[in-house]
């Protein structure tokens, strides 16, 4: 089975920064798009971020653009999701998940794995 592990989240306040963390297995991280998403209480859950590696393409979500970037260090096969001008709608459960077909984009349908999330609140 594929295993993707989050790490990072926490508490902060609004204008705050936070770097959340993906490990992701090689053959998967090779070959696949990685992306965050995010999903708080009674909504629907939210394509934030996400990049193809071997393609070197991303996509970000209007509300997170100019705010969050993605980087990647390719020797630990991680992909990190730097947080920065926090708000309080941020917060949330915040996931990686893995699509290994063509798709890069923030339809959380189209994803093949994901991870357990790791949380992420900001106060005001």
């Known amino acids: 089975q594929v295993q993707l592990v989050e790490s990072g989240g926490g508490s902060v306040q609004a204008g705050g920064s936070l770097r959340l963390s993906c490990a992701v297995p090689?053959?998967?991280?090779?070959?696949?798009?990685i992306a965050w998403f995010r999903q708080a209480p009674d909504k629907e859950r939210e394509g934030v971020a996400g990049?193809?590696?071997?393609?070197?393409?991303?996509f970000f979500s209007d509300s997170v653009k100019g705010r969050f970037a993605i980087s990647r260090d390719n020797l630990k096969n991680t992909l990190y999701l730097q947080m920065n001008v926090l708000k309080p709608e941020d917060t949330a459960m915040y996931y990686c998940?893995?699509?290994?077909?063509?798709?890069?984009?923030?339809?959380?349908?189209?994803?093949?794995?994901w991870g357990q999330g790791t949380q992420v609140t900001v106060s005001s």
């Open positions: 990049i193809n590696p071997a393609a070197g393409t991303s």
């Open positions: 998940a893995a699509d290994v077909g063509p798709y890069c984009g923030p339809r959380a349908g189209e994803y093949d794995y």
């Open positions: 090689g053959h998967i991280y090779r070959t696949a798009c």
